[in-house]
């Protein structure tokens, strides 16, 4: 562990992961998480019960044969596997983690899972001690990186450490995936103090817009939303809250682009509408919009368009789920 590590909410956190390698703990963030079925891949049960996460960081369209991925937090091996399908060679997935008993655990599960599938190798994941708040990790050496329920359970000083840590390690354009909840107001401070409920993941919760806030503040001048659901709920009378409180989780792509002049492009699953008399409406920005068609945005983009109070503009609110291919 380094220095960093010695605060006593980290020292909680390797204790219940390092129990967790050795006695999985179904309770322990969300383990119902769904795993990509891909061709060819076999997922062992081991990691299936060890599927300690909030989301998936798995998605198909961001990942390529030719990347070096770097997995923050192994935990049992699941993501790093089905990571692995695409690298597929030696060292072409890099998976660090601090928790000693976690790793063994991984490699075990790796060995596993290459008796079960014929085209794996266990040199293909590079399991590595490190923290996420030190990265043993050249700069500029990874294409993509991904963290699944991790950076919730670091305080927010912590976070936007660990987020710096994986901008520094990405290449220019680079992409940061994250799965990770979030709560719809600031974490009462009885529960942020709270060593174990942080983390189990449960009181580490950052704000939707702290977690842009720090994202961007790392970085990362485009973001996508992939996702956003419901994730666990606090009840006022065993958390000790005046009302239930609903966490989410959020399903986060960030780019590693230079953040323009006037803000980062986040993209929340809104999209635009020309409805007017003319073919196309061109807002002189790089916005292009065919007549009837709808034009993915970002949140600035529709936040402009919407202050021309144009009623041939049509724009919709965010639906948290956004698949690539907008314009900003």
Known sequence: MTHLETDGYLLTTHDVYAQ????????????????????????PQQMLEMNYGCGTTVHLGDLRDDQTILYVGVGGGLEALQFAWFARRPGGVIAVDPVAQMREKA??????AAQANPWFDPSFVSIIDGSALALPIDDQ?????????LFNIFTGDHRRLALREISRVLRPHGR???SDPISPIPMPEHLAQDQVLRARCLSGAPTYDQYMADLVAAGFGTIEVRRRMPYRLLDARR??????LM????????IKDPVPADGACIFTGRTAFYIGDDEFFDDGKGHHMLK???????????????????????VTDSTWH??????C
């Open 107 to 112: 490699a075990e599960n790796f060995a596993i």
């Open 176 to 178: 940061l995936i994250l």
């Open 247 to 254: 966490l989410e989780s959020v399903e986060v792509v960030a």
């Open 239 to 244: 958390y000790e809250l005046d009302a239930n």
């Open 20 to 43: 967790a390698a050795s006695d999985p703990d179904a309770s322990l963030c969300c383990t119902t998480s769904p795993v990509w079925a891909l061709p060819g891949l076999v997922v």
């Open 322 to 327: 956004y698949a690539g291919g907008g314009c």
């Open 141 to 149: 050496s990874v294409d993509i990186a991904a963290q699944n329920c």
């Open 292 to 314: 009837d068609l709808p034009l993915a945005i970002c949140d600035k983009t529709a936040a402009a368009l919407s202050a021309l109070g144009r009623s041939d503009i049509v």
